[in-house]
């Protein structure tokens, strides 16, 4: 599986930011897939799980704020980001969790306080 994350951006704290993965092959729709972040000079931690039935799982610091969803007849992974806080700042990646394939880029959010 390919994957490549995107819709960052700057926004100010409070506001809101929608992040799509597309990814590439055809197993996409058995995997749980997630959203992971690294903010700068901290380890990349995960964010949220979707599994393949639809079921989702989030990080405390998130729960309430952020929504993962997955479409995967576009093999498309979401993530609706709102009420943005400044530590929301890091590079967003997408990928299989466990993770299964290369990080690639990432999408850098960053919220101004």
């Known amino acids: 599986v390919q994957l490549q994350a995107s819709g960052g951006g700057l926004v100010q704290a409070g506001g809101s930011l929608r992040l799509s993965c597309a990814a590439s092959?055809?197993?996409?729709?058995?995997?749980?897939m997630a959203w992971y972040r690294q903010a700068p000079g901290k380890q990349r931690e995960l964010v949220a799980t979707i599994d393949w039935n639809g079921s989702t799982r989030y990080t405390d610091s998130v729960k309430g704020r952020f929504t993962i969803s997955r479409d995967n007849a576009k093999n498309a992974l979401y993530l609706q980001m709102n009420s943005l806080e400044p530590e929301d700042t890091a590079v967003y990646y997408c990928?299989?969790?466990?993770?299964?394939?290369?990080w690639g880029q990432g999408t850098l959010v960053t919220v101004s306080s």
């Open positions: 092959g055809s197993i996409f729709g058995i995997l749980a």
């Open positions: 990928n299989a969790n466990p993770p299964s394939a290369g």
